[in-house]
T-cell receptor, first 111, second 112 residues
Framework: ETGVTQTPRHLVMGMTNKKSLKCEQH?????MYWYKQSAKKPLELMFV???????ENNSVPSRFSPECPNSSHLFLHLHTLQPEDSALYLC??????????FGSGTRLTVV | DQQVKQNSPSLSVQEGRISILNCDYT??????FLWYKKYPAEGPTFLIS?????DKNEDGRFTVFLNKSAKHLSLHIVPSQPGDSAVYFC???????????FGKGITLSVRP
């Protein structure tokens, strides 16, 4: 257990489904991040939230919709995804210090 | 444009020998560097870090070296163990914010 909890660990969804990924941290960090990891690619930063406010959106398609209701929780709402969206989705939190704490990720498969 | 580059995708090393993982960066504003280790189907875990005011940081079998003039850092693992087999990501931040920029990662395989 790293201090950042992601659920579910695995998710299979059809292209017309709506699902949500959840991330929770109780480390007192003030920034939270969504990353996508596809095979043989760098970690791709998707969204950054600082003090519950979205401060960065790296050209992510609108079928991915983040939500940060408070400093401890972060969601990624998924809608009408494509098979190429299948990947490991990682949540991380970071404080005023250095470095992130990552969750274990959600392995998403879009069929 | 990749600001953090790990140019070798993989490295294979015999157990007991030294593993040297390299990382180059282009942004001269980076002042803090980290290495993360990742097993399949898990999130990356923090391994070791170094501030730009230092040129070496050691933690057990892991040592990170920083050459600021060459914008290069390396992670040394000695002796390497089979359990070290994983993907290693180099990351950097510029101090103005806490956002990290990651490299593509390198897959280390330690042969028994």
């Amino acid at each position: 257990e790293t201090g950042v909890t992601q659920t579910p660990r695995h998710l299979v969804m059809g292209m017309t489904n709506k699902k949500s990924l959840k991330c929770e941290q109780h480390l007192g960090h003030n920034a939270m991040y969504w990353y996508k990891q596809s095979a043989k690619k760098p970690l791709e930063l998707m969204f950054v939230y600082s003090l519950e406010e979205r401060v960065e959106n790296n050209s992510v398609p609108s079928r991915f919709s983040p939500e940060c209701p408070n400093s401890s929780h972060l969601f990624l709402h998924l809608h009408t995804l494509q098979p190429e969206d299948s990947a490991l989705y990682l949540c991380a939190s970071g404080g005023r210090g250095r470095g992130y704490t990552f969750g274990s990720g959600t392995r998403l498969t879009v069929v | 444009d990749q600001q953090v580059k790990q140019n070798s995708p993989s490295l294979s090393v015999q157990e007991g020998r030294i593993s040297i993982l390299n990382c180059d960066y282009t942004n001269s504003m980076f002042d803090y560097f980290l290495w993360y280790k990742k097993y399949p189907a898990e999130g990356p875990t923090f391994l070791i870090s170094i501030s730009s005011i230092k040129d070496k940081n050691e933690d057990g079998r892991f040592t990170v070296f920083l050459n600021k003039s060459a914008k290069h850092l390396s992670l040394h693992i000695v002796p390497s163990q089979p359990g070290d087999s994983a993907v290693y990501f180099c990351a950097a931040s510029d101090g103005a914010n806490s956002k990290l920029t990651f490299g593509k990662g390198i897959t280390l395989s330690v042969r028994p």
